[in-house]
């Protein structure tokens, strides 16, 4: 997992973005933002290890998405577009890759600049819900992705606009990461 300041450059969204010098972002950053993150090696007994996850944060359901042209067959354009608009949801993100990599992009605030986060196999993404996101495929063209959910799946993504600004998640979220003077 690295993560650094996407470089807004116009062209395709699956090349890497980095800007030139690099500007890397601080796991610290990501955690003033209440973004998570895990590496667990895709070894024997990894699958322990995401179960003990599960359980002491109260994920109780699973599934695994594969993202890439087989997996998605006739949906796969329109998957890709909908991944990529900006969004957030009510609820956690919580992502483990169990193949391929991606870019998740997680909008800053208060600079509301876009951070990338370069996924790989064995990562665990943990977005807060509420927070500006959109996903990815790299130059791979595949992610097979382990979710994650607290309660039943409730995967509404809610695109940005004015509205999604005065959800209550949006709000609470911004609260949360609000500085004491
Ligand atoms: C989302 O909601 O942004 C996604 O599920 C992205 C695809 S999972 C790697
Ligand atoms: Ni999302």
Not at 81 to 101: A, N, P, Q, T, Y
Not at 129 to 142: P, Q, S, V
Request: include cysteine; charge should be negative.
């Amino acid at each position: 997992m690295r993560a650094y300041y996407f470089d807004n450059l116009p062209g395709d969204q699956r090349l890497p973005h980095d800007s030139n010098p690099s500007r890397p972002v601080t796991t610290e950053l990501l955690k003033k933002l209440k973004v998570e993150t895990f590496h667990i090696p895709l070894t024997d007994g990894y699958q322990d290890k995401i179960d003990a996850i599960a359980k002491e944060r109260g994920y109780k359901n699973r599934d695994v998405i594969n993202i890439s042209k087989d997996g998605l067959g006739d949906a796969y354009e329109d998957k890709i577009k909908m991944f990529f608009d900006e969004h957030l949801h009510e609820d956690e993100e919580i992502r483990f890759l169990v193949d391929g990599s991606g870019y998740f992009d997680i909008r800053e605030t208060p600079t509301d600049s876009w951070i990338r986060i370069a996924m790989c196999s064995g990562d665990l993404l943990v977005l807060p819900a509420g927070i500006y996101h959109r996903f990815t495929l790299d130059e791979g063209n595949k992610v097979e992705a382990m979710r994650l959910f607290k309660d039943e799946p409730k995967w509404a993504a809610l695109n940005r606009s004015p509205d999604t600004d005065h959800n209550v998640h949006r709000v609470e979220y911004l609260k949360s990461i609000a500085q004491v003077a």
